[in-house]
C-alpha cells in the first residue's frame, strides 16, 4: 500500500503477515527499484524470496505465472524490463553464475533478481542492493531491510 511505496520504509524494514502483503508490497517496490541493478534477495529456506519476487515481478507488467527458479537456475521475464530471476541455491561454485550467460542476454533495462546471491556473491557487482529476509515463525513473517549501494543506480556488468 501506500507506505511501502517510499524507499525509507524498506530500509527500515517491516513485517508481512501474508503473502499477499508481500506480494503487494513487492509490487508498489518496483517503482522504487532502478533499472540495470541487480537484486541480491537474503533469507532462510521458504522466507518469502520468491513470493517477493512475484509481486515485484508482476509490478514491472508481466501478466504470466511466476515460479521459483529452484530446478531451472534462472527464469526470463520481459515486462517493462527484463528480469531475470536466478535461484543460486544449487549452484556449487560462483562460477557457475557466469554459465547462466546473463550479462549476454541482458539489453537494457532489465534487473538480476537473486535468492540465495551468498553463493555466487564472488560473481555479482559489489554495487548491489541487498533484501533481507528473517523468518520469525514456521510461516513467514518477514521483517525486509533494504541496503541499498552506495551509488544507486546503473551500473555495468562485472
Ligand atoms: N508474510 C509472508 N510473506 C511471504 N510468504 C509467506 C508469508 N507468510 C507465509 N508465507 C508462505 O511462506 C512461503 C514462502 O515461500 P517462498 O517460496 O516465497 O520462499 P523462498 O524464500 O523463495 O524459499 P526458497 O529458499 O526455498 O527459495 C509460501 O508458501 C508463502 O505462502
Ligand atoms: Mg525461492
Known amino acids: 500500500m501506500g507506505s511501502h511505496a517510499t524507499l525509507a520504509t524498506w530500509t527500515a524494514g517491516f ?3 501474508s503473502c499477499e502483503e ?13 533499472s540495470d541493478t541487480v537484486l541480491a534477495l537474503e533469507g532462510d529456506l521458504g522466507a518469502g524470496k520468491t ?3 512475484r509481486g515485484l515481478v508482476r509490478g514491472l507488467g ?12 534462472l527464469n526470463v521475464y520481459e515486462g517493462k524490463r527484463q528480469i ?7 549452484l556449487t561454485q ?11 542476454l541482458a539489453k537494457s ?3 538480476v533478481l537473486v535468492e540465495w546471491p551468498q553463493k555466487v556473491a564472488a560473481r555479482l557487482p559489489a554495487a548491489r542492493w541487498q533484501m533481507k529476509t528473517t523468518d520469525r515463525k514456521l510461516d513467514w ?4 531491510v533494504l541496503t541499498r549501494p552506495p551509488s544507486a543506480g546503473t551500473r555495468s556488468p562485472a
Open 15 to 17: 513485517v508481512t503477515h
Open 22 to 34: 508481500t506480494e503487494r508490497a513487492a509490487e508498489a517496490f518496483a517503482a522504487l527499484l532502478p
Open 51 to 53: 513470493t517477493f519476487v
Open 62 to 73: 508481466v501478466t504470466g505465472d511466476i515460479t521459483s527458479p529452484s530446478f531451472a537456475l
Open 84 to 90: 531475470f530471476h536466478v535461484a543460486a541455491y544449487r
Open 94 to 104: 560462483p562460477e557457475a553464475f557466469d554459465d547462466l550467460l546473463i550479462w549476454d
Open 109 to 111: 533495462p532489465w534487473n
Open 141 to 144: 513473517h518477514g521483517g525486509g
